[in-house]
């Protein structure tokens, strides 16, 4: 991925298929967000990097390139940390992945024809950090969208760390060393479920004591091994698992099957009163071979 510093910006070169404002779009869906703010068609987020946190302020910047500025005074004086940003942000927007061939069997395929019409240059939307993106999939467990966002909001202002900027606070999600170290009752006030609770505990500390990592579910270079890795961690069905290889991992056969959101979004596209079963789920699915995770996340898109 080709960047480079101007005047203490740093410019990402992007792919055609790419669309700055699709995700932007995608981004803006909840208005109980907390770990990043919009302003003006540019994202704010604050990126932890051990010692220094930048500010940074993405936007776009011509056709096929976006934008990072450093706000206040957190721009990092190594260039190894820069590098670090820039890499944050190329999985963050999924910048690698070249759509070209998904897009030509999207179109022919009725479920998803409609889609990547509305939505092309939409990227999945990653999760880079993976005790964030495990967090956000137990959160997510069982309940609707917009009280996940709630738990999340009340888990990272009890736990999280920010910073300010111009009579703003920018969260950041807690690490996992500061989960690690916490009993079920002292998250129980958040009003999740106790199951929960201890979920969230005990990924935290497979994730603090290096029992699970980014690195072994990449070297896996399987998904389903991958998968099977994930669902022998208490609380970690294959929905969970799956949303977690899509969002963090983002690996393209990735597949939430299960999801209701999924099944909602295939019921609206095809205008059937039922929702599929999983055995017609799997037939429609067929042509999507290697892209099942962003089939998955644009039809998500028809409803969130």
Known sequence: MLWEEKDEEIIIKTTPNFSFNQNLQYLSRSTNECLFHIHENKVRKAIPMGECTPLVEISEQGEHSIRIQFLGNTRPTSKQMREQVVQYIIEWFDLKTELKAFYE??????????????????????????????????????????????????????????????????????????????????????????????????????????????????????VKKAEKMLTKIRGIGPWTANYVLMRCLIYPSAFPIDDVGLHNAIKHVTGSEQKPSKDEIHKLSLPWTGWEAYATFYLWRFLY
């Not at 888990?155 to 760390?161: D, N, P």
């Not at 950041?172 to 479920?193: C, Y």
């Open 105 to 222: 069997l999207a179109q022919t395929d009725a479920v998803l024809q409609q889609a990547v019409m509305d939505f092309k240059g939409l990227r999945i939307m990653g999760i880079p950090d993976l005790f964030e993106a495990m967090a956000w999939g137990i959160l997510g467990q069982q309940i609707n969208l917009t009280y996940a966002y709630t738990l999340k909001r009340r888990l990272v202002e009890a736990f999280g760390q920010s910073i300010e900027f111009e009579g703003e606070q920018y969260w950041m999600f807690p690490r996992p060393s500061e989960i690690a170290k916490l009993a079920v009752e002292d998250l129980v006030g958040l009003k999740m479920t106790v199951k929960k609770c201890e979920y969230l505990i005990d990924v935290a500390n497979q994730i603090e004591m290096g029992l699970l990592t980014k690195e072994m579910l990449l070297e896996a270079n399987d």
